[in-house]
């Protein structure tokens, strides 16, 4: 059951309390709701059930308090500005004393939201939210369930905090002029600039200093006072240890490990630059490496898929990409006229996954010739080499190599035919790892 105070005159406060008990007599008879004398209502704001509102604590317009939830003395909530409809504070959840938030709120149920708080305009929480003493959180800010942060935690505008992440005392999170996703376990004294994206199963030890728009991807473990520059992406299941640094625009690959104190600076690109060309059209790219340099085929509807590097090579190179999925089909194209861009996504069987010709999405009766491997395992890394005449398609587990010829490599190609590369995926389980580009050069 829930009361609404349309106005709270201050020159009839006391007199509300008539029994002396400390609480409002017209809540505490309605729903055994506690409102201090001393706290201030806005219009249409409701309590709920069995919920304390304290000494001084100021509610604005339109707040939907709902039961068993606490608002502790001197703690403000602002209610709704410019948002429709009632603004949430739901059942169960605790505003400790002294807390501020902004307006236009949605507090999910049985948070906890920390002593002297100051949280910006629009934030949301869903269920079981913990934020600690003098967290300070910007505007327009998102966590999921479960969520932890420590004390004097700062979380910047535009940030989305998904559900169960954890950080520690003092983590640092930069306003972003657009977005940001944090996830994860992040411990103590961290700093992350703006734009990161911070996958749910990384783990970030203390004092670590992550620049702009960092990607950390799935599993992995960034070690103590490690220092990572801006645009940097940190592959799946890297491992970087004490003190270490890793340069701007830098590609750590996935399982790489990097030794205490060690500096990785490895470009992410050089030479060839240039981006992933879905070969049917798809959607999944972004920017791993400088420009849509990294692609992922998870959600997309066709049965198979593949991509071409988007560049076409006339003298010796070296291409180097990395890609976790099973059943890879990976080779080249060549001739005097081939072009990747008169790829049209062309497949006699369900996609592109670039066993033969007719499955590399150029089209139909295409002038080229087809050299590379199906069903080629998971590879992890692949390398394509040209020297002269020869044309090699290589694997390793890891970007350094040593690296193996697949089946059927080397290949010899003519010095006048023109190289594009590409490779696929038959498995139609849509992994959702990327393919990215490690480094790409040509003399």
Known sequence: MSVVLLSLLASVASAADLDGDGCEDSYFTANSACVSPLATMGSGTTIGASTDVGAYAALGADIALGANATVSARSTVIGRVSASGARPIRDGTIIARGATI??????????????????????????????????????????????????????????????????????????????????????????????????????????????????????????????????????????????????????????????????????QTTGCVAPWLPTQGQSGLSDGIGTNTRWSIAGLSNSYNGAVLSHNFTGEFEVIASWNTLHMGVGLVHGSTVDFQDINGYSTNNGSYWANITLTGFPNGYAGTYKGYYNAGQLSHVRWLRQGTTVSIQSATGPSGPWSHITGSPYSVPSADTVVVGLGEGSGTNPAGFLQLVSCTEN
């Open 102 to 267: 902004g307006a236009d709120q949605s507090i999910g149920a049985d948070n906890i939201i920390g002593r002297s708080v100051d949280a910006g305009e629009r934030l949301q929480t869903q269920n079981d939210v913990t934020i600690g003493y003098a967290a300070e959180l910007g505007d327009d800010v998102t966590m999921g369930a479960n969520v932890t942060l420590g004390t004097l935690v700062h979380v910047g505008n535009n940030t989305t905090v998904a559900p169960s992440t954890v950080m520690a005392r003092g983590v640092d999170i930069a306003d972003s002029p657009s977005s940001a996703t944090i996830a994860g376990v992040i411990g103590p004294e961290v700093t992350i600039g703006a734009g990161a994206d911070i996958d749910s199963t990384a783990r970030i030890r203390k004092s670590a200093d992550l620049g702009a728009n960092v990607t950390v991807m799935a599993g992995a473990r960034i070690g103590r006072d490690v220092q990572i520059g801006d645009g940097a992406t940190i592959g799946a299941n890297v491992r970087l240890a004490a003190g270490v640094t890793v340069t701007a625009n830098t590609l750590v690959p996935e399982d790489t490990i990097v030794q205490q104190g060690d500096i990785y600076d490895n470009p």
